[in-house]
């Protein structure tokens, strides 16, 4: 499965798509994406180690929070993951 | 409307490909052509009642017969073009504006500014079949002419008696005393901005009233002055149309995976970051 990132997460990591292997819910490939690009970790947690508010996070295209199990929603190999601050069209 | 840019040096085949594509586009819609031209093009004739038109102080002048058609005119650029085009046609194939931020086949090497498609040293290492699908996979050229034009195109159109549009474009100040933006860029969550939009056209279309929608936001560079996003709405009536159009840009930028990142002389500033 992989991470896509955008806007200034994208630009913090370095690079807009980050593979994860071994992940078995939505909350262990986070924790392997802040592992691989610890910079991030200022971006999208706070001090109690949970994600920001205004920071987004969907699973294939839909919201884990909204309709899934969050954090422990699971996912499996080919999954797309993705990570953004708050969206700014228009 | 898909535009396609063909690149390249004047002995690589730029024509033959554009003859190659036409005729594959041409199946599928309608196709205009734009070429870049060094020397002013020997199109009428002195004397004749257009020449003296233009003699005149005419601009441009149309001769116009049952089934041909032409024009004369002093400066022209492509983007113009391309925007009176957009309301009419399916594909525009331009050949030889290298510097145009359009997709872009590039032959013999050449440089170019938009999204490159496809390369090779001339006509004959493209395929064009190949290049043809790849175009339709890119994002359209659209204006607040052509996404009316599309939505008048519905088949409830006869019981349609309103059209509301929305247009957003780059400011370039919010006060006098401000840095000047220069441009903005726009990144996309390719796939799901779509999926998004779409959701909100369909539940706007569901209202009572209210027969076809139509929203585009454009991608990359936008600079000061130009249009980025638009929704359009046709109605039966107009309180359906304004309210639609209103409620359509505002979920737009509620929900819709867009990024803006803002550009003046001095910085580059994402939006969220304000």
């Known amino acids: 499965m992989h991470w896509r990132l955008f806007a200034t997460l994208a630009e913090t990591a370095g690079e807009d798509r980050v593979s994860?292997?071994?992940?078995?819910?939505v909350g262990e490939a986070l924790d392997a994406l802040l592992s691989a690009h610890p910079a991030l970790e200022s971006e999208v947690l706070d001090d109690d180690g949970s994600l920001v508010d205004h920071i987004r996070l969907l699973h294939d295209g839909d919201d884990p929070f909204a309709a899934g199990d969050g954090l422990d929603t699971p996912v499996s190999p080919g999954d797309e993951l993705a990570l953004f601050p708050p969206v700014s069209g228009g | 409307m898909h535009v396609l840019g063909v690149a390249g040096p004047s002995d690589a085949g730029k024509t033959t490909l554009v003859e190659r594509v036409c005729e594959?586009?041409?199946e599928r819609g309608?196709?205009?052509t734009i070429k870049h031209c060094t020397h002013a093009p020997d199109v009428d004739t002195e004397g004749k009642d257009t020449a003296r038109h233009r003699a005149a102080g005419a601009a441009v002048s149309y001769g116009l017969a049952d089934d041909a058609w032409f024009a004369t005119g002093g400066d022209r650029g492509l983007d113009e073009t391309l925007d009176e085009?957009?309301?009419?046609?399916?594909?525009?194939?331009?050949?030889?504006?290298?510097g145009a931020r359009i997709p872009t086949v590039a032959l013999g090497g050449r440089d170019h500014?938009?999204?490159?498609?496809?390369?090779?040293?001339?006509?004959?290492?493209?395929?064009?079949?190949?290049?043809?699908?790849?175009?339709h996979d890119c994002e359209p050229y659209e204006t607040l002419g052509s996404l009316v034009a599309?939505?008048?195109?519905?088949?409830?159109?006869?019981?349609?008696?309103?059209?509301?549009?929305?247009?957003?474009?780059?400011?370039?100040?919010?006060?006098?005393d401000d840095t000047p933006t220069e441009y903005l860029e726009f990144e996309k969550y390719e796939g799901v901005a779509e999926e998004q939009l779409a959701t909100?056209?369909?539940?706007?279309c569901a209202r009572d009233g209210v027969f076809e929608v139509a929203l585009h936001h454009r991608t990359g560079i936008v600079e000061a002055g130009e249009d980025i996003v638009f929704v359009v709405v046709l109605a039966g009536h107009r309180r359906e149309a304004f309210r639609a159009v209103e409620d359509g840009i505002d979920r737009l930028k509620e929900e819709v995976p867009l990024f803006k990142k803002e550009v003046t002389v001095e910085d580059a500033v994402w939006a969220h970051e304000r």
């Not at chain 2, 001339?122 to 079949?129: C, G, L, P, Q």
């Open chain 1, 20 to 25: 994860v292997d071994d992940a078995e819910t």
């Open chain 2, 24 to 26: 594959r586009l041409a």
């Open chain 2, 30 to 32: 309608r196709v205009a």
């Open chain 2, 85 to 98: 085009l957009a309301r009419s046609y399916d594909y525009a194939v331009v050949e030889g504006y290298s």
């Open chain 2, 113 to 135: 500014a938009g999204r490159r498609l496809a390369a090779g040293e001339t006509a004959s290492d493209v395929d064009a079949a190949a290049l043809v699908e790849a175009l």
């Open chain 2, 150 to 176: 599309r939505i008048k195109a519905s088949s409830d159109s006869d019981r349609a008696g309103a059209i509301a549009t929305f247009t957003g474009r780059v400011r370039e100040r919010d006060d006098h």
């Open chain 2, 200 to 204: 909100i056209r369909d539940d706007l």
